[in-house]
């Protein structure tokens, strides 16, 4: 056995394990977001906070704050590489090639993430938040996600014997391919990984999108992390998120404030000099409840009909459709992320039927808290009805439920976030500021400031809703 | 990623990997064995015979004949090394020192393996068979089962992709991992791996031995493989096999034979200078039935008490038990190893008991089709009735039923057996041979030739055994 000199002397002296390697590792979608901000909302500014929903796991207790500063300055200092940017610039993405224009490219060469503001706070959780223009701000998103999980996973890692790590792992990838196995068994499956914000490591997160592409063939369509599908030679995929509807509609509120009562359109398009005039006709006319169709009228011009996908949830799909103006039947299809999976499939058919329109063409996008068994049922009810894909999450590539051999539930996977809290603009040499909300068509998973949210609600109503207290 | 240049210039050149690394590889108790043959009967030939009882798998058409014989001349090749040697002489073993004589180690250090002789039959077998003393072929059967068998899982492993290989071996483990915890779970389980000869391969017989050191604590009391316990320190354990009372028997038979109708003690004693005098006693008597109670006897001259563990169901264990001699009672305890093993258990038990022993402090040492289950039943049936202890086979390190990513059964175990076959001695100038004959407590299990085996039944009847032909 021949040793290995200069890698056991580097290993023997290794100081740091970087959680992201590249600014490539993020969702595809926060690529095409990012383009869309940099082109109609550069001087927005937004602030993103950290969230962890599963309370119980007391993360500032877990993770040492040291090591998280330092994963979060290690991809401070990262730039896109050269490869990278051609890679962004010259491939294939959604069958159309320049999906991406040469300033924005230019653009992201220098881009770099603004800082950030980390403490502990009194129930045992990190703040971390980050501000910044919007361009920037919304680019830590999933770092910041993806570093604060795996760093959670590192301490679990930590106690465990080299024997139990073997075992631990042996159990993960025994469970991944009784997944593969599962889904080799439905006809016309299209899955996409879409974890990796909440997946268990890069590395694993890698592994298994691997083992994805070499066993479930043309079934697999591809991962929404852009790093992992530049490497291996993937499709990347993605569409958009909560933010835009949130960032926009928040505008919407903030203009409304900033211009008071006055309803002179030109005068707000001058006051606003930089955003879409598109948008400044939807704040001309003071309606907020229309921000969430300006983000696909917007979209629609930036992106080909292949990417345009809505998700109509971020105030409630049912208001959605029922507000929407004609234009929205137009697109693709619809990512379903926060109601009951076959209740929202079978509302966004419905919808259509009644404009008069087949979903036989229209991609159903699942993507909540998707595992084999739902992934199976979904399947089963939809094939044939919609064109159905599943864009797979945390169980992708972070299910190590009942693996570890002591039976701990340290690797178990938790509800963290990363969202925007606050937007805000210049205004007469003065920030103006308000809050973000997400409403969601789960009444338990709304988010942004009591006051902002119960404002929210009496514009959006709870049609369609879960959770709605009965007294509400 | 630093490159081991030197180390990926041998792999591209990587010749052979051999299967049997030292002559240590091999069962512990074949080394006590090889002792009392080199001690009593050195002059005694006999022949061993590769047998694959799992008729359905044509390893002559799996296994290539090339690599086959590169892997039987490699271990040709090998000799005991002087560490391995020094660990021999200088090891406590059973809480003795010093329990092999240094004649025998100085031996030991100029000990080579015979030849061997291999074709393929008609049925897609090999014939493959040793010739030469008993001392220098009885080391052949477990070096050359390992081969085989390993040699047919690497067949089968060599058609699977990188991936599928990774995810064997990752259920591979879940599954022993399993076990260990349900293992665990017995209060007072010994268990001891007696794998080597039907193992997966010998790295993973390590592994699953390492597993079973880190994670079973006092309850894994060691391994047979001697050269396992020598590199990992772990305590080696055997005792003796099924080839003592069959070759001693045959040598009976061939005595009565050779001697004809004398009966002259004397001179058969002559006639057998070399053999053992206690021996020739029972020779002189012409009583092939006691020769089973003579290997018991020479044993004990041989070995302490805690090594007394006797085997008896070459000719069923029953006949055994019935016309055992008083001294047979003081033995440390029985290993249990072709009958019914609640049966056999009881049938001890109840033997001592009718000769006024109680069973409490004797060895219950089963060793026949473990697995998790019957480990578990058993405990729960003889603890707190005798020490109870288990040799685990076959399914301790070689099982991978159901591990298969593509669900082939290619690397199932299979019952492959190298047995000795005939017995000779040289008398006035010309060589005397006999077949040996193994009835054991299942008739269907008995080897030898038909009439040989009808001439045993003759003597030793079928009392207790399984399986017996309604017809018989």
């Given at each position: 056995?021949?040793?290995?000199?200069?890698?056991?002397?580097?290993?023997?002296?290794?100081?740091?394990?970087?959680?992201?390697?590249?600014?490539?590792?993020?969702?595809?979608?926060?690529?095409?977001?990012?383009?869309?901000?940099?082109?109609?909302?550069?001087?927005?500014?937004?602030?993103?906070?950290?969230?962890?929903?599963?309370?119980?796991?007391?993360?500032?207790?877990?993770?040492?704050?040291?090591?998280?500063?330092?994963?979060?300055?290690?991809?401070?200092?990262?730039?896109?590489?050269?490869?990278?940017?051609?890679?962004?610039?010259?491939?294939?993405?959604?069958?159309?090639?320049?999906?991406?224009?040469?300033?924005?490219?230019?653009?992201?060469?220098?881009?770099?993430?603004?800082?950030?503001?980390?403490?502990?706070?009194?129930?045992?959780?990190?703040?971390?938040?980050?501000?910044?223009?919007?361009?920037?701000?919304?680019?830590?998103?999933?770092?910041?996600?993806?570093?604060?999980?795996?760093?959670?996973?590192?301490?679990?890692?930590?106690?465990?014997?080299?024997?139990?790590?073997?075992?631990?792992?042996?159990?993960?990838?025994?469970?991944?391919?009784?997944?593969?196995?599962?889904?080799?068994?439905?006809?016309?499956?299209?899955?996409?990984?879409?974890?990796?914000?909440?997946?268990?490591?890069?590395?694993?997160?890698?592994?298994?999108?691997?083992?994805?592409?070499?066993?479930?063939?043309?079934?697999?369509?591809?991962?929404?992390?852009?790093?992992?599908?530049?490497?291996?030679?993937?499709?990347?995929?993605?569409?958009?998120?909560?933010?835009?509807?949130?960032?926009?509609?928040?505008?919407s509120?903030?203009i409304?404030?900033?211009?008071?009562?006055?309803?002179?359109k030109e005068k707000a398009g001058i006051l606003l000099d930089g955003f879409a005039v598109q948008f400044c006709d939807i704040v001309a006319k003071?309606?907020?409840?229309?921000?969430?169709?300006a983000?696909?009228?917007?979209?629609?011009?930036?992106?080909?009909?292949?990417?345009?996908?809505?998700?109509?949830?971020?105030?409630?799909?049912?208001?959605?459709?029922?507000?929407?103006?004609?234009?929205?039947?137009?697109?693709?299809?619809?990512?379903?992320?926060?109601?009951?999976?076959?209740?929202?499939?079978?509302?966004?058919?419905?919808?259509?039927?009644?404009?008069?329109?087949?979903?036989?063409?229209?991609?159903?996008?699942?993507?909540?808290?998707?595992?084999?068994?739902?992934?199976?049922?979904?399947?089963?009810?939809?094939?044939?009805?919609?064109?159905?894909?599943?864009?797979?999450?945390?169980?992708?590539?972070?299910?190590?439920?009942?693996?570890?051999?002591?039976?701990?539930?340290?690797?178990?996977?938790?509800?963290?976030?990363?969202?925007?809290?606050?937007?805000?603009?210049?205004?007469?040499?003065?920030?103006?500021?308000?809050?973000?909300?997400?409403?969601?068509?789960?009444?338990?998973?709304?988010?942004?400031?009591?006051?902002?949210?119960?404002?929210?609600?009496?514009?959006?109503?709870?049609?369609?809703?879960?959770?709605?207290?009965?007294?509400?």
């Amino acid at each position: 056995m021949l040793i290995n000199f200069p890698n056991r002397a580097h290993n023997a002296n290794f100081r740091f394990d970087p959680i992201v390697r590249s600014l490539l590792d993020t969702d595809f979608y926060k690529l095409l977001m990012l383009q869309f901000i940099w082109k109609y909302y550069p001087d927005v500014h937004a602030e993103f906070s950290l969230i962890n929903r599963t309370k119980s796991v007391k993360l500032a207790e877990i993770i040492d704050e040291r090591e998280l500063r330092d994963q979060l300055e290690a991809v401070r200092n990262l730039k896109f590489k050269r490869t990278e940017l051609v890679w962004l610039a010259g491939e294939t993405f959604y069958g159309q090639r320049s999906i991406f224009e040469p300033e924005f490219i230019q653009w992201l060469g220098d881009f770099q993430l603004p800082g950030f503001t980390l403490s502990k706070d009194d129930d045992g959780q990190y703040d971390l938040t980050f501000c910044g223009t919007w361009a920037e701000t919304t680019m830590w998103e999933i770092y910041a996600v993806s570093i604060v999980n795996e760093l959670r996973n590192r301490a679990g890692l930590a106690s465990m014997s080299e024997f139990e790590l073997d075992m631990l792992y042996a159990k993960g990838k025994s469970k991944l391919w009784d997944k593969i196995s599962r889904l080799n068994k439905l006809d016309g499956l299209k899955i996409a990984d879409f974890s990796t914000r909440r997946r268990h490591s890069f590395l694993w997160q890698e592994y298994c999108v691997n083992a994805l592409t070499a066993n479930l063939g043309t079934g697999f369509v591809g991962t929404s992390n852009a790093y992992i599908a530049f490497k291996h030679n993937l499709e990347a995929v993605g569409t958009n998120a909560h933010e835009l509807p949130m960032v926009l509609t928040a505008l919407s509120d903030l203009i409304k404030q900033v211009v008071g009562k006055e309803k002179d359109k030109e005068k707000a398009g001058i006051l606003l000099d930089g955003f879409a005039v598109q948008f400044c006709d939807i704040v001309a006319k003071q309606s907020f409840l229309k921000a969430q169709y300006a983000v696909l009228a917007q979209w629609s011009v930036l992106y080909g009909q292949a990417m345009r996908v809505m998700l109509p949830d971020t105030y409630g799909s049912s208001q959605f459709y029922r507000n929407a103006p004609e234009f929205v039947t137009d697109f693709t299809g619809v990512r379903i992320d926060s109601k009951d999976p076959f209740v929202a499939g079978a509302e966004y058919i419905s919808w259509l039927a009644g404009k008069g329109e087949t979903a036989i063409d229209k991609l159903l996008l699942f993507s909540d808290g998707l595992d084999v068994n739902n992934i199976e049922d979904l399947h089963n009810e939809f094939s044939g009805r919609a064109r159905v894909s599943f864009g797979w999450g945390t169980l992708c590539s972070n299910d190590f439920r009942d693996c570890h051999p002591q039976g701990s539930h340290a690797l178990d996977p938790i509800n963290l976030v990363c969202k925007v809290t606050t937007v805000g603009f210049e205004h007469e040499d003065k920030m103006c500021w308000t809050g973000a909300v997400k409403l969601s068509d789960n009444f338990d998973k709304a988010t942004g400031s009591p006051k902002k949210i119960e404002d929210y609600r009496t514009v959006f109503g709870t049609e369609g809703v879960a959770n709605v207290p009965q007294n509400f």
